[in-house]
């Protein structure tokens, strides 16, 4: 009878108690989530995270997202801090340098 009530109250009939948290994610959204990283390269942790939560119905961290990316060896997603250059900026630019540092071309 211990083992019903051990399974009614923890959903398990181990013995020991667990030395990590449970997972978040099924190892199909683990896949998902790598799929998506990969395919993607400019899709941030939060973006995947929405995308995850809007699926499953069940909300998904950021932080979990990123965790589950650098376990399958993927460097963690963030969002992109500032806007490439385009040519034309990147020529103004010089250009302002060697004036300012008084170079010629």
Not at 82 to 89: M, R, V
């Amino acid at each position: 009878m211990w083992i019903c009530d051990r399974w009614m109250q923890g959903g398990t009939t181990d013995r020991r108690g667990r030395s990590h948290p449970p997972q978040c994610t099924t190892s199909r959204e683990d896949r998902k989530i790598v799929r998506m990283a990969v395919t993607d390269r400019s899709i941030t942790s939060r973006t995947i995270a929405q995308h995850i939560e809007s699926v499953t119905y069940h909300s998904v961290s950021a932080r979990t997202i990123r965790r589950s990316l650098q376990q399958s060896g993927l460097s963690a997603r963030c969002p992109l801090l500032g806007l490439p250059l385009t040519q034309n900026h990147r020529r103004l630019h010089h250009q302002w340098c060697d004036e300012r540092c008084g170079r010629q071309n």
